[in-house]
Every structure is written in structure tokens, then in C-alpha cells.
């Protein structure tokens, strides 16, 4: 299988690149940079420059690539970055797909629960509508560019990925610090719900839309056990042996973060895996203290 994957130097692609490490497949990378490997491929989705004669006879192709979302305050000029990264590079990466003689069977496109937007304790499974505020604005501009190759017949899913639990970077990293000095606690009222998936199930999961015929359009990402950011905060105490007493609360969250708490931390999105839970899918990692375990097992 021939294997093309953006965005592979990120903690996912990294991740999805070393389980895809087999005999049986090829990794092509479309990266930014100077080619370092043969089976790089050069691109800039700034400029439009990509190749499109490289990219074909894939089999599946695995985009990742965009500004990281929580890598700075959002300033106006951040929030564009954001939005024009995801969209520039789809857009891009889509019209090439759609004019080859042999187009990929399958576009795996990651997006974000962000979608929903702040939705209380709604549950949301794929059929739910659009929210509100800037990330629901971001990932309805991201899927739509994708367009150009669901009408050249590729199968194409964006991927609504939730809070990636990683060791590696990301949310839980950040969290880890406080928590181990024992300063960490809840977050505002602590009653907003969290939807994540582990790293290592984020990256079966992609595999399994690979391959699964049946999967098609809007697939969340996410553990089938959304909990509350106060229940997040309790299981992450519990499994680390630390107390969590020292709440952050929501005036002092949007005096560090701005913008970026009240969508990041701050925002409920209660979101279930209904599609792969129909099509099959068997999660490494179903509940919260399982997955923590996990990860945080050769840490104590």
C-alpha cells in the first residue's frame, strides 16, 4: 500500500508514520522543507506549489497539516493563520488529487470536534449541525475545501478529532506539570464536558477508515466516554497519586489564554463515536482511566 501523509511531522503524523513503518507500505511525506528522503515530495500550500505528477498512484492519502491551534494567543493575524493553513493546504492538496489519471481510493482529512461548538450537555454524534465561534467557523472552511475531491470520487472523511491524549505534546503535557506538584485542579466550573481519544486510538482509528469501505463523510475521533472537565481532573489526580484542590478559574483562564479558553477550555462538546461505533471499531482505549494508565504508567 502507498501511503501519502501531510502534516507528518507532527505529533499524530509521527505517530501514524511509525505504526505504518512495515513492509507492506510505502510512506510518501509531502513536507515544506528541502526533500531529506526519496520518498519526500516538496510542497507550499502559500504559493500553490505541488507537483501533481508525484503524487500519483496512491492508495490513500492522510492529511494533517495546519497551524498548531493552541501554539499562541489567538491574534487576529494567528486566527488567520489557523484558518488559512487548513484551508490553503486542503484546497491545494484536493484540486491535485482530483486531476490524476489515478486518484487515491480514500482522503482521510483530520478536522476537530471543534465543529459543534460549545453545546452544553448535548450529545453530538456526526449528524449534528454546525456550531458557533471561531474553531465551528474553521472547521466548516476545512472540510468544504475538501470538495474538489469528493467530486473526482475519492471517499473522503474528515476526521473530527477530539483532545489527543499524548505524552508527547499536547493538552495532557501541559497539564502534567502542575498536576504532579500538586496544584492542578478543575477548570472554570469543571461542568463542561471534554471529548478526547488517545494517540494510540486516534491513529488505529485512521487505519481503520483506510480500510473500511462502508466509512464515508464526518467521522468523530473521539473515545465513546466524554466526561466532565471536573471528572477529567479527578481520574487524572487518581492515576498520578496527587491531589486536585487548586481550581483555575474562568476569569484568570481568559486572562492567560483570551479567546482561546473560552473555546478551548471553557466550551462543552459532548461528542460519541457513533460511526465507528456501527462500523465496528474496537477501542484500545475506551474509558479515561484506562487510557491515563496507559500513558502514565512508566511515570510512577
Known amino acids: 500500500m502507498r501511503v501519502l501523509v501531510t502534516g507528518s511531522s507532527g505529533m499524530v503524523g509521527t505517530a501514524l508514520t511509525d505504526r ?40 490513500a492519502v492522510v492529511h494533517l497539516a495546519g497551524e498548531n491551534i493552541a501554539g499562541r494567543r489567538w491574534t487576529r493575524s494567528q486566527k488567520d493563520r489557523i484558518l488559512n493553513s487548513r484551508v490553503q493546504s486542503t484546497q491545494l492538496l484536493c484540486q491535485s488529487l482530483s486531476s490524476l489519471n489515478k486518484p487515491p481510493s480514500v482522503l482521510v482529512s483530520a478536522s476537530a470536534i471543534g465543529f459543534y461548538g460549545h453545546r452544553d450537555e448535548k450529545l453530538c454524534g456526526e449528524s449534528t449541525s454546525a456550531g458557533t465561534g471561531f474553531l465551528a467557523e474553521v472547521c466548516e472552511a476545512w472540510e468544504s475545501a475538501t470538495q474538489p475531491a469528493r467530486q473526482a470520487g475519492i471517499r473522503v472523511i474528515h476526521l473530527r478529532i477530539g483532545i489527543v491524549l499524548s505524552t508527547v505534546s499536547g493538552a495532557l503535557t501541559k497539564m502534567l506539570m502542575p498536576f504532579k506538584c500538586g496544584v ?26 483506510i480500510h473500511s469501505d462502508t466509512l464515508i463523510g464526518e467521522v468523530n475521533a473521539v473515545s465513546p466516554q466524554p466526561v466532565t472537565n471536573l471528572e477529567f481532573t479527578k481520574t487524572l489526580g487518581n492515576v498520578i497519586h496527587r491531589p486536585t484542590i487548586f481550581p483555575l478559574p474562568a476569569f484568570m483562564a481568559r486572562l492567560a489564554l483570551g479567546e482561546m479558553a473560552d473555546e478551548l477550555l471553557l466550551s462543552s462538546t459532548r461528542v460519541i463515536p457513533e460511526k465507528l461505533n456501527q462500523d465496528g471499531y474496537r477501542f484500545l482505549h475506551p474509558t479515561l482511566e484506562d487510557a491515563l494508565q496507559d500513558l502514565l504508567s512508566s511515570s510512577h
Open 20 to 59: 505504518l513503518s512495515d513492509p507492506e507500505t510505502e510512506i510518501f511525506r509531502l513536507v515544506r522543507s528541502e526533500s531529506k528522503h526519496e520518498t519526500d515530495i516538496h510542497w507550499d500550500p502559500e504559493t500553490g506549489i505541488l507537483d501533481g505528477t508525484l503524487v500519483e498512484n496512491m492508495d
Open 184 to 209: 492542578g485542579g478543575k477548570v472554570g466550573s469543571g461542568e463542561q464536558y471534554w471529548s478526547w481519544v488517545s494517540l494510540n486510538d486516534l491513529v488505529e482509528m485512521i487505519l481503520h477508515c
